[in-house]
């Protein structure tokens, strides 16, 4: 995982397109790869009728990157085939993942959705090892099972993910385990020391307005809880947060 420690800017994505912090963005895609696909059981199954995952799985599961390969533009093109709005849309995103990883797509069997969550899962894990930030338009929520995101978690959506769940929707443990890993995904938020005021102040106004769809898009699962969050953070790390926690408890508490 990279110290995000060590960035100032940008460690927060108001915009809609993929942000990039490696600096060998082919390395980071072919460790991601090979992570999904040693996360699931092998043998890869072979038979003709595969179910939509299976078959995106083997689209994914390659050993290296073909040659001179636009690593950057797959990030991008995986990130728009999850978030893309049609189903033509999606089917076009999809044949260009596949062409650049030297596959032949196959669209049958809703395959395209496989495709998708595969790409969520590829996503998350970038994300996760610091070396991308996600756009608000992205949604993890049902592409990996729970354990997996824990055990790829960073150490905040760890501590935000282990609330525990209540009934009650509007309660603190629904909204640091729901709401907060929805967004949290577009910071370098991976530990206490990365959270900086400046960062959390403005995207604070950005989730606001995405709520209030006055920044070209409306989008109600982008709650602007900062606050809440940051008051969290700070009764679970007092000494760690941002290097300036004093300041960050005075602008909560004003």
């Known amino acids: 995982m990279r110290d995000l420690t060590a960035f100032r800017r940008p460690m927060v994505n108001t915009t809609s397109e993929v942000v990039f912090l490696g600096d060998d963005p082919v390395r980071?895609?072919?460790?991601?790869?090979?992570?999904?696909?040693?996360?699931f059981?092998?043998?890869i199954p072979s038979q003709k009728r595969l179910l939509p995952l299976q078959r995106?799985?083997?689209?994914?599961a390659v050993d290296d990157?073909?040659?001179?390969?636009?690593?950057?533009?797959?990030?991008s093109d995986l990130c728009a085939l999850v978030t893309a709005p049609t189903a033509a849309e999606r089917t076009a995103l999809a044949s260009a993942v596949c062409s650049t990883l030297g596959r032949k797509a196959a669209y049958r069997c809703g395959v395209v959705e496989g495709y998708r969550?595969?790409?969520?899962?590829?996503?998350?894990?970038l994300w996760s090892e610091g070396e991308i930030l996600l756009p608000a338009t992205f949604k993890l929520h049902g592409a990996i099972a729970r354990s997996q995101v824990l055990e790829m978690a960073p150490e905040i959506m760890r501590f935000c993910l282990e609330f525990s769940s209540t009934p009650d929707e509007g309660s603190l443990a629904t909204r640091m385990s729901l709401h907060v890993p929805r967004w949290?995904?577009?910071?370098?938020?991976?530990?206490?020391?990365?959270?900086?005021?400046e960062d959390a102040l403005e995207f604070g106004r950005f989730l606001t307005a995405a709520s209030k769809g006055t920044i070209g898009f409306l989008d109600g699962g982008l709650l602007p809880g900062v606050s809440f969050f940051l008051r969290e953070c700070l009764r679970r790390w007092p000494n760690r947060v941002g290097n300036c926690s004093t300041r960050i408890g005075r602008s909560l508490s004003a």
Request: glycine share 4%.
């Open 184 to 197: 949290l995904v577009c910071t370098g938020w991976h530990v206490p020391e990365a959270i900086e005021l």
């Open 28 to 39: 980071a895609v072919r460790t991601a790869l090979l992570a999904i696909e040693a996360s």
């Open 117 to 125: 969550t595969m790409s969520k899962r590829v996503l998350y894990r």
């Open 56 to 60: 995106a799985r083997n689209v994914f």
């Open 41 to 43: 059981p092998r043998p």
């Open 65 to 75: 990157l073909p040659s001179g390969v636009d690593a950057q533009r797959l990030v």
